[in-house]
C-alpha cells in the first residue's frame, strides 16, 4: 500500500538552529496531518493541510504541502527545548474501502541547549 | 472534557499469554483507533472501529483482535502473546469516522512488556 516516507529520522540542532523534517509520498495524497510526540508521551495533533501548496504557520512552526499533494514539510525557526520531541506525519492509506491513517516512521528532534 | 483513557497503563505479561486492553474515547466520539508502537518505531496501525464495526485492519495477525461496544469504548485482545508484542499500545478516537480525513486524539496508551 501507499506509504508515506519522513526524513530525517533524526536531527540534533543548537538550541536557536531551524530545524525541518520532510514527508513524501509515492501517491497523491487528499490530505496530511502531523503529529508531535514528547518523550514518554503520546502523539498530539497540530495540523492538516488539505489544499495544494498550501503553508499553514503556528508561531515559530511552518507547514507545506506540495504542489502536487506528494511531499510536505515542517520547518520549526529558532528551536527551544520545548520542541524536543518526535514529530511524525500522516497521510490516507486505503483498504477494505476505508481510508486510514498511514504514520511515517517520525523525525526525533533532539535540542541542545 | 475527558480525553482518550485507556487502562491499564502498564502490563507484564509472559509469552502465551492473553492480554486485554481497554479504551473509551472522547465523548461524542465514534471512532477509535488502536496502534501498535515499539521502542524505538513509529506507529503501526491496528485496527479501527466505528459505529460497533471493524472499518479496518492492519498488517498484524489473527491473534489481535478487538471490539467496540455500543457506548463506543474498545477492547483490544492479544493471545499467544510473544516477546515482540512488548510495546505502547496507543488508542485515538475521533468524531464523525471519516478515517484519514480526521484529527485523531490520542490517548496516554498501554505500556506491554512481555518476559
Known amino acids: 500500500g501507499q506509504q508515506v516516507m519522513q526524513i530525517p529520522q533524526y536531527q540534533h540542532v543548537q538550541e536557536g538552529e531551524d530545524f525541518t523534517t520532510y514527508c513524501n509520498s509515492s501517491?497523491?495524497?487528499?490530505?496530511i496531518q502531523w503529529y508531535k510526540q514528547r518523550p514518554g508521551g503520546h502523539p498530539v495533533f497540530l495540523i492538516q493541510l488539505v489544499k495544494s501548496g498550501e503553508v499553514k504557520k503556528q508561531k515559530r512552526l511552518t507547514f507545506q504541502f506540495g504542489e502536487a499533494k506528494k511531499n510536505s514539510s515542517l520547518h520549526i525557526t529558532a528551536t527551544q527545548t520545548t520542541d524536543v520531541g518526535t514529530y511524525f506525519c500522516?497521510?490516507?492509506?486505503?483498504?477494505?474501502?476505508?481510508?486510514?491513517?498511514?504514520f511515517g516512521k517520525g523525525t526525533k528532534l533532539s535540542v541542545i541547549p | 472534557e475527558a480525553g482518550v483513557t485507556q487502562s491499564p497503563t502498564h502490563l507484564i505479561k509472559t509469552r502465551g499469554q492473553q492480554v486485554t486492553l481497554r479504551c473509551s474515547p472522547i465523548?461524542?466520539?465514534?471512532?477509535v483507533y488502536w496502534y501498535q508502537q515499539a521502542l524505538g518505531l513509529g506507529l503501526q496501525f491496528l485496527l479501527w472501529?466505528?459505529?460497533?464495526?471493524?472499518?479496518n485492519r492492519g498488517n498484524f495477525p489473527p491473534r489481535f483482535s478487538g471490539r467496540q461496544f455500543p457506548n463506543y469504548s474498545s477492547e483490544l485482545n492479544v493471545n499467544a502473546l510473544e516477546l515482540e508484542d512488548s510495546a505502547l499500545y496507543l488508542c485515538?478516537?475521533?468524531?464523525?469516522?471519516?478515517?484519514?480525513?480526521?484529527?485523531?486524539?490520542f490517548g496516554p496508551g498501554t505500556r506491554l512488556l512481555v518476559l
Open positions: 485515538a478516537s475521533s468524531l464523525e469516522g471519516q478515517g484519514a480525513w480526521e484529527t485523531q486524539y
Open positions: 501517491t497523491t495524497l487528499s490530505n
Open positions: 500522516a497521510g490516507p492509506e486505503s483498504g477494505a474501502g476505508s481510508y486510514q491513517l498511514t
Open positions: 472501529y466505528d459505529e460497533g464495526e471493524e472499518r
Open positions: 465523548s461524542g466520539h465514534t471512532s
